[in-house]
């Protein structure tokens, strides 16, 4: 599963298997909390993610929802810039 960035304890991930289904989503993993993001709406569609890590992956989304869903549709990862 690549990662794409990693900020504050949060580590965004992305997978392209077979199984991998719309809407295009993004997997946040904190300690052992998880949480899949849609990225158009920004929306947490799964998960036991805290309130304020959902923050911060959102803030994050927000900053870098084109490159995220020109990843999905080219299925080609690349690292992103982690929250400041």
Do not use: C
Request: hydrophobic share 40%.
């Amino acid at each position: 599963m690549p990662e794409i960035a990693r900020f504050y304890g949060i580590v965004i991930k992305m997978f392209f298997k077979p199984k991998e289904h719309e809407p295009s989503h993004i997997h946040a993993l904190y300690g052992e909390y998880l949480g899949e993001f849609n990225i158009r709406t920004m929306e947490m569609i799964q998960g036991d993610l805290p309130k304020k890590a959902q923050d911060l992956v959102k803030e994050w989304l927000s900053a870098h929802q084109s490159e995220l869903q020109a990843m999905w549709d080219s299925q080609q990862i690349s690292k992103l810039p982690p929250l400041e």
